[in-house]
Nanobody
């Protein structure tokens, strides 16, 4: 499995921006599907965005147009740029990986490796 470490979470006001980072322990750029998930208190973990080995991106409806997922081959990292943040975006955000060129559905059960999470809090 891939070791994943997230960073970049914090507290912002509504309308603000944050950029999350996820460092992978092994090369994943062209070998893994990478994704971001989030879990709010009392709720199930949900998919936010994913990117496959070819760079094809998919977003949850709730974040489309506000969030951008990207990856960097140079430092083997995954990113999530979050703009126009809303209080309902408050959650623990997790980086996830699944080996393979394509991406499965953006569901928890399809991803093999997980980071420890980074907290994002958006105040109104």
């Amino acid at each position: 499995q891939v070791q994943l470490v997230e960073s970049g979470g914090g507290s912002v006001q509504a309308g603000g921006s944050l950029r999350l980072s996820c460092a992978a322990s092994v090369y994943t750029y062209s070998t893994h599907c990478m994704g971001w998930f989030r879990q709010a208190p009392g709720k199930e973990r949900e998919g936010v965005a994913k990117i496959d080995s070819a760079g094809t991106r998919t977003y949850a409806v709730s974040v489309k147009g506000r969030f951008t997922i990207s990856k960097d081959n140079a430092d083997n990292s995954l990113y999530l740029q979050m703009n126009s943040l809303k209080p309902e975006d408050t959650a623990m955000y997790y980086c996830a990986a699944r080996r393979g060129p394509g991406c499965p559905p953006l569901l928890v059960r399809f991803f093999e490796s997980w980071g420890q999470g980074t907290q994002v809090t958006v105040s109104s």
